[in-house]
């Protein structure tokens, strides 16, 4: 277990946490568990594109806030859980194939509110969205 995270969980455990869900849907699935830093990946396909034949900007959001959850989930001790109170993402570059990977690392720790910050990359490891979520820790 690292300085960051106060639960121990292994990728398979935590892939499990998102089935039946939106994360499953998706095709969400966490990859890396880091010492300070989450990945997670989903696929750019029918279920995450747009009309147009784009990564949905609102599919970006919803990787990067299931990333930013789950690493505030892992980082608060037995007995807390957190919400997310806001989300802000910048869209930087268009997607329309293959599988994007989210990077979550820390901007701030704190024992009432923390922040996230989330990169999401193309295949070609380019930044295609970067988001701050800030989420509530409930005690």
């Known amino acids: 277990m690292s300085a960051i995270w106060k639960r121990s969980i292994d990728l398979v455990a935590l892939n ?8 499953a849907h998706l095709g969400i699935i966490f990859t890396v568990i880091g010492g300070d830093y989450l ?8 279920r995450t594109q747009q009309p147009f034949g784009l990564l949905h900007g609102g599919a970006s959001v919803v ?6 959850s789950i690493a505030g989930y892992l980082a608060t001790e037995e007995g807390s859980s957190v919400v997310g109170v806001e989300v802000n993402a910048s869209h930087h570059r268009a997607v329309s194939s293959g599988v994007v990977r989210g ?9 009432r509110s923390q ?8 295949g070609r490891d380019q930044l295609c969205c970067s988001v701050r979520l800030s989420v509530a820790v409930m005690s």
């Open 63 to 68: 990787l990067a806030e299931s990333m930013g």
């Open 39 to 46: 990945e997670a990946t989903m696929p750019v396909d029918a």
């Open 103 to 111: 990077i979550c690392r820390p901007l701030h720790r704190g024992k």
């Open 115 to 122: 922040s996230w910050q989330i990169e999401i990359r193309n």
């Open 16 to 23: 499990a946490l998102g089935e039946n869900s939106l994360v």
